[in-house]
């Protein structure tokens, strides 16, 4: 190893120590019961020997609770119903509660997740217009540590992360809501089939319940996604971003948001820490990308503050060389927000320059403007009406 990487090795295992601290505690009921989601399979294995159960039982319980979605241990029909009973007496498979779930007219379906500690999370699920599937869109954590100036979480407080079983009980209970389970025919989901790191929470603040979860989602015997089908958005933890490359390989999403360290100070605090050129370092080395799995840039378009032509240019400069592509985000608003949104003149004119210089710069269509859609909105107006 050489100095930089064991420079980079202690930074990122300050992090992991010090994001552990908001940790939940382990799921488990007062009478002792043990939620099974969250667990790897080696966990499972291991808590079924502690009741005297043998090790390949796990391959078949992981099949019943991920691949076809149950909830119930009676309808685990391969299994004789007196160990379902067994199973029941001392483990659950639970779901977050929906406190909310409100659809939009362009069918963008939004929840509020209620957890065991009554502590409330927000999950999108996002149809794809063009072809029949969509996005679900998970949350990290409830709060932020960082306070990105634009973004409504960051006015919350960190006051946790989220568990495993959290992260992934988010995508069980959407596909639930649209019964998006395998059919007896065999017939596999295809509506929710993507998942991204996009709701509230920084994931890199959260690498240790992150990676577990999208390792349970990418289990080919259970939801089976691909790495492809699932996005990783940061606000750039450099120090997580290579760790995440090796792990996990997923997609990855920058968000950037300004071109020059002064600017981006200010909206994304974060870059005090780590900034600009050791941001587009990391994206440059990041070992998943590539012509076909480009990096996302999002650049949210803040209304005179970073959407000149000058910027775009700058722009298309830091990323030359790097497999990407550019999300240009409208701004959102939300009550007491300090920024408008772009004119669509302005925002034409910027991703034409992104565009020009050879880059795909999609404008995101706003989803769900009827529904309180920006991130952390929900969750805020619940706590109100409490
Ligand atoms: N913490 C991570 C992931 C969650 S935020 C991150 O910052 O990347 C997901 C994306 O939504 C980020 O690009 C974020 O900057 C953007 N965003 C937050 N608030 C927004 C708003 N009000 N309007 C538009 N985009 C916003
Ligand atoms: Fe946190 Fe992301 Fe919002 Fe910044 S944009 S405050 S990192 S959730």
């Known amino acids: 190893m050489n100095a930089l990487s064991d420079l980079t090795a202690i930074e990122r295992d300050r992090i992991l120590a010090k994001t552990a601290r908001f940790n939940p505690p382990p799921p488990m009921l007062p009478d002792g019961r043990r939620e099974l ?5 080696e966990e499972i294995t291991a808590a079924l020997a502690d009741i005297g159960e043998p090790a390949f039982r796990t391959k078949q319980i992981w099949h019943w609770v991920y691949h076809q979605g149950v909830t119930d241990f009676t309808r685990m029909s391969s299994i004789a119903k007196p160990l379902q009973a067994k199973l029941a007496e001392h483990f659950i498979i639970g779901r977050p509660e929906a406190a909310v779930v409100q659809t939009s007219t362009d069918e963008t379906r939004k929840f509020l997740f209620r957890f065991r500690d009554g502590q409330e999370a927000e999950t999108v699920y996002i149809p794809d217009p063009v072809q029949d599937r969509g996005a679900v869109c998970i949350s990290s954590q409830v709060g932020c540590t960082l306070s990105c100036k ?3 979480t960051g006015t919350q ?3 946790r992360n989220l568990g495993a079983a959290e992260i992934v009980g988010q995508f069980m209970a959407a596909r639930d809501s649209y019964g998006e389970w395998p059919s007896p025919r065999g017939e596999t989901p295809r509506l929710l089939s993507t998942i991204v790191l996009m709701g509230m929470g920084e994931p890199l603040y959260n690498y240790d319940n992150v990676a577990r979860a999208m390792r349970i989602a990418m289990d080919g015997e259970g939801i089976g996604l691909s790495r492809r089908r699932i996005t990783l958005s940061t606000s750039g933890v450099v120090p997580m971003m290579d760790r995440c490359g090796q792990d996990l390989a997923v997609n990855l999403a920058i968000s950037l948001h300004a071109v020059t360290d002064d600017l981006r100070d200010d909206i994304v ?14 994206c440059r080395r990041y070992p998943a990308a590539s012509n076909a799995r480009r990096i996302t840039f999002e650049y949210v378009m803040l209304k005179g503050v970073n959407d000149s032509p000058a910027e775009a240019h700058e722009l298309v400069r830091l990323i030359a060389g790097i497999p990407a592509k550019v999300n240009l985000i409208p701004f959102n608003p939300w009550p007491g927000s300090a920024y408008e949104t772009s004119t669509p003149a302005s925002i034409d004119a910027f991703a034409k320059i992104v565009m020009d210089a050879g880059f795909s710069s999609p404008v995101r269509t706003p989803r769900g403007r009827d529904i309180l859609a920006a991130c952390g909105q929900l969750r805020t107006e619940s706590a109100k009406v409490r």
Do not use: D, M, Q
């Open 37 to 41: 989601i969250g667990l790897t399979r």
């Open 269 to 282: 605090p974060l870059n005090r820490k780590y900034p600009i050129k050791e941001l587009i370092a990391a």
């Open 157 to 159: 407080t960190l006051v």
């Open 150 to 152: 634009f973004c409504h």
